[in-house]
């Protein structure tokens, strides 16, 4: 089992790498000249050239990679043009909390909501609940998350004045407040993936639910309740947790947006001030950081279903 | 030169199995008939556009700023005076072409990635795995967000990025379905018989992939223009004044307690055709997909 | 005895003296439809104490469809289900409420499924499974459970049963599925034990085994058994009693030894017919199969396969009567 854990982390490794790649290219390829942006509006042709020295500019780009490569990975990921600041303070400090913060409500949200949803559905099968639940998963999942931010704005923001539209405040420093700011945008963030819990608990529980080990279990005399939550969704946890891995990319693509529509300032803004603004470094950053962080992710997950599953268990 | 060639699917009834089976959904499931219904009336007023809409999307009135859905402008008008009716209209051109577009360019580069894939093998088939591996570590969004970093903002460019960010999650279904192709026996049996390596690629493995490709299309159909609302959302895809729904909604924004109508009307004839998308796509897939696995594969 | 017999018989039933055994289990008049058409048709047949039962029939006979019944686990829309199923003195287990059905399963009335791999929890060791009922229902301790977990692996011939314990349901051969079953069925000492075609998916050479595991098992403990079997010739060597059951309807029914030594039931003969005897060359299976359910037949089921059918047979079911010892449905019987 070792060994297997060994080879994805070796192929998690070279993914990221492959993805470090791209985001240098990006740089590269990306129109307008650095240095120019950096200097500003008026500059010699000296301190244009002793720019260009200094950055390392001039050398071959293997080496210009190289170069890059290490300095990200010990954390010099470059400095802003705009705020002057050190991207790394501005993008790993200050914006991946807030973007964390809000994966997290949302995927909390989903699972708490979801999970009860789905297993109902599923009990209650082919009945107005199911029917119900069914028809909520569909638009759930159709929908586009940042209207219907624009609508719980619109909705408990301006109408009913509930809830604060913008701004983040930290959890961790003041909770009230945090939740009272969280609570709308994770509710955006969460429908998509309450609506596809909700399909997949109710599609695996149903199929799981028609085994004979839970006939058999209820040939025991267990009761109902430990029948369907220790006996049968022990056996949802593992398709369910595979197919939430592989929507974790659209967890942080629906977080780029809602943190837009919401004003908070994590990853997504970033990256699309950093687009705006030219500021490629950032977007570099940005890239970088959602890449590795959808990889670890996805290697954490990979790692996780052999807990899951004793049948893929080392004999 | 062989004079046997294996008989791969023949065409023809496959296309009446596909009108046969399209038909079978819609008097099946009424939900699927009326997304149809709403899916095809969209596509009505994107190619009807500026014979059906009352004004120009752009022509701005004078009199009506912000004006609340009223008799002159039935969905009322934005801060520029712009009749919503009418841009929803022509959005839903911008949709569609974005839409088809950005899913044309991702499923032929996944074609194309995707058939390298799974034939080349060896060492480089590893590579080219790691790659997508790589281009699928980034959701569609952020990649298409890095891609008008490149190239800019602007229609066109919008179609460009989404499409490159869909290669991946495409090249990676026809990887599969070229894999499972070659674990059928016939297509050894043609490559014992000395029959040419591109011929076989052409007469059995291609048919054989495109049909589940193009049911994977029309489910990517939503996704594409999903994305591509969402750039424009954020300010970084189409330019104003183009009546881009994503871009309507974000202009709406700002005004949302006392014009709801900017940002509503945009965003509900979104989310109607993605629903109906949604489900006219799940309808086909159902459809189409597992009965495709066993008919060209032979048994399974 | 060895010890673990000795401390099996603490808490097993009584064994009742051959002569007064009691009525067990009792069906009467059982009607099944599910969505209308008729799956059970009046069926009726008893139990006593310590006896084992064979259900023999064809695929689709409706046989593991009485067991699930008489514990109680037919689910699913459209099921209508009429008649008597006495149990001891719980009365009908028809009418029980799911209250009461709590107080039956696992303890008094245990099953034992068809494919031990399926019927067995993958995500649960040995360990988990086996102890659970012990611990719930018996409300054994933690390491009184797994005490006991031991000795009633050991019991069903599994050794090294510590180290089974911890094993999880794919890591186990077919065979050993089946044991670790059956000690989770037998785990708290039912007075009646439903075996579901326990060998249907074991190799040859462990079915006897199997079987003759099940029938030490209940006969030390004074237990009942219902064999749901296709095999006549393993019911005929396991068996004190035979229902013979074809499309719903009881054909014969009666001890196994007068019933197989002399069938007279026509569908019974045939199926005799079908055991390969040393001696025998010549095979004469009855011809066709079991009718589908919408289309079954008005009166007697078996009619239109019969080779002795008549238009009475066709219009009217025969009742069972009591024949030469045994009980037979059928007009032509002989």
New interface residues.
């Given amino acids: 089992m070792l060994f297997q854990a060994l080879q994805k982390v070796l192929q998690t490794a070279i993914v990221l790498l492959v993805v470090s790649v791209a985001s240098f290219s990006l740089l590269k390829l990306a129109p307008g000249d650095p240095i120019e942006l950096m200097l500003g509006t008026e500059y010699s042709p000296e301190a244009h050239r002793s720019l260009i020295m200094e950055l390392g500019l001039d050398r071959p780009a293997v080496e210009q990679y190289v170069l890059w490569i290490v300095k990200f990975v010990q954390g010099d990921w470059g400095t802003s043009y705009v705020s002057r600041a050190p991207i790394f303070q501005y993008a790993f400090v200050e914006a991946l909390p807030v973007t964390l913060t809000l994966a997290v409500s949302a995927l909390g949200l989903a699972i708490l909501i979801g999970v009860p949803l789905g297993v109902l559905s599923a009990i209650r099968k082919d009945t107005v609940w199911d029917a119900g639940a069914a028809a909520f998963a569909l638009t759930g999942t159709a929908f586009p998350s940042f209207y219907l931010g624009i609508l719980l704005i619109w909705i408990f923001g301006a109408y009913f004045g509930w809830f604060p539209t913008m701004g983040f405040v930290p959890p961790w420093e003041d909770f009230r407040g945090g939740v009272y700011h969280m609570i709308l945008p994770a509710i955006t963030l969460s429908t998509y993936f309450m609506a596809m819990i909700v399909r997949l608990t109710r599609a695996n529980l149903v199929e799981v639910l028609e085994q004979p080990y839970i006939a058999a279990a209820r040939a025991r005399g267990e009761p109902n309740w430990r029948v369907i939550w220790l006996h049968a969704m022990r056996n949802v946890l593992m398709p369910l947790v595979t197919v939430l891995g592989l929507q974790l990319g659209t967890l942080l693509q629906g977080a780029v947006l809602t943190e837009t529509v919401f004003s908070l300032p994590g990853v997504g803004q970033m990256i699309t001030n950093g687009v705006l603004n030219r500021e490629y470094g950032i977007v570099q950053a940005g890239v970088m950081m959602t890449g590795g962080l959808f990889i670890l992710m996805n290697l954490l997950v990979d790692l996780l279903y052999p807990v899951l599953d004793p049948r893929l268990r080392p004999r | 030169m062989t004079a046997i060639d294996i008989p791969s699917r023949n065409r023809n009834p496959a296309v009446r199995q596909l009108i046969a089976g399209l038909l079978r959904l819609f008097r099946g499931s009424p939900f699927f008939a009326a997304s149809a219904i709403v899916t095809l009336g969209f596509l009505a007023a994107a190619i009807f556009a500026p014979f059906v809409a009352p004004y120009s999307p752009t022509f701005q009135d004078s009199a009506a700023f912000m004006a609340p859905p009223g008799a002159s402008h039935w969905f009322g008008t934005d801060s520029f005076g712009q009749d919503l009716l009418s841009r929803v209209i022509h959005g839903t051109r911008y949709a569609f072409l974005i839409g088809f577009g950005a899913v044309l360019i991702g499923a032929l580069g996944g074609l194309a990635v995707g058939l390298a894939a799974g034939l080349i093998g060896g060492a480089l088939e590893w590579v080219l795995m790691r790659i997508v591996d790589a281009l699928l570590a980034l959701p569609s969004l952020v990649m298409a967000i890095a891609f008008i970093a490149i190239l800019g903002q602007g229609v066109d460019k919008v179609v460009y990025a989404v499409g490159i960010a869909l290669i991946g999650p495409f090249a990676r279904t026809v990887r599969a379905d070229v894999l499972q192709v070659r674990a059928q026996g016939f297509v050894e049996a043609a490559g014992l018989m000395g029959i040419n390596r591109l011929r076989i690629v052409w007469r059995h493995i291609l048919p054989n992939v495109i049909f589940p490709l193009s049911v994977q299309a029309t489910v990517r159909i939503s996704e594409a223009i999903l994305v591509s609302s969402g750039l424009s959302f954020l300010g970084i895809g189409v330019v104003p004044p183009t009546p881009d729904w994503g871009l309507m909604i974000s202009e709406g924004r700002a005004f949302v307690s006392f014009a709801p109508w900017m940002s509503g009307v945009p965003g509900a004839a979104l989310a109607l055709l993605l629903i109906a998308l949604s489900i006219v796509g799940d309808g086909v897939r159902e459809r189409f997909d597992p009965k495709l696995r066993t008919n060209g594969s032979g048994s399974k | 005895m060895t010890p673990t017999l000795a401390k099996l018989a603490e808490t097993a039933p009584p064994i009742i003296d051959r002569v007064q055994r009691d009525k067990l289990l009792r069906l009467s008049n059982v009607n099944l439809r599910r969505n209308g058409r008729s799956v059970l048709d009046n069926v009726s047949f008893e139990l006593m104490q310590g006896e084992t039962l064979g259900l023999v029939g064809e695929s689709g006979a409706g046989k593991s469809t009485i067991a ?1 019944a008489a ?1 109680g ?1 037919l689910q699913g ?1 459209g099921i209508d289900l009429a008649g008597e199923i006495r149990f001891a003195d719980h009365g009908n287990l028809l009418e029980l409420a ?1 209250s009461e ?7 008094q ?3 034992i ?3 031990a791999a ?8 040995v360990g988990r499974q086996l102890g ?2 012990l611990r ?2 018996l409300g054994l301790s933690r390491p009184d459970a797994r005490r006991r977990s031991i000795e009633l692996l050991e019991s069903v011939g599994l050794n090294d049963a510590e180290a089974r314990l911890k094993a ?1 349901p ?2 186990l051969s077919g065979g050993m599925q089946q044991r670790v ?1 059956i000690a ?2 037998l785990a708290c000492n039912p007075v009646l034990l439903l075996a579901d075609e326990p060998t249907s998916a074991l190799d040859v050479t462990i079915q006897a085994q199997i079987m003759q595991l099940i029938l030490n098992q209940t006969r030390t403990r004074g237990a009942s058994c219902i064999f749901v079997l296709h095999d006549l010739a393993l019911a005929s060597q396991t068996c004190d009693r035979i229902v013979v059951l074809y499309a719903g309807q009881v054909m014969e029914r009666g001890n196994a030894d007068v019933v197989l030594r002399r069938p007279l039931h026509p569908y019974t003969q045939a199926l005799k017919s079908c055991v390969i005897e040393l001696d025998t060359v010549t095979l004469t299976p009855p011809v066709g199969g079991i009718p589908s359910l919408d289309g079954m037949p008005q009166g007697c089921r078996f009619a239109p396969r019969c080779p002795r059918a008549t238009a009475k047979c066709a219009a009217f079911t025969p009742p069972l009567q009591s024949l030469e010892g045994r009980h037979v449905a059928c007009w032509h019987p002989g």
Avoid: T, V
Avoid at chain 3, 118 to 125: R, V
């Fill in positions: 699930l514990i686990l829309a799911e059905w709590a107080k039956l399963r696992g303890r009335i245990g099953m499924f068809q494919d399926s019927a067995l929890n993958p995500s649960y060791n659970d009922p719930r229902l999880f794919h890591e079953m989770i069925a």
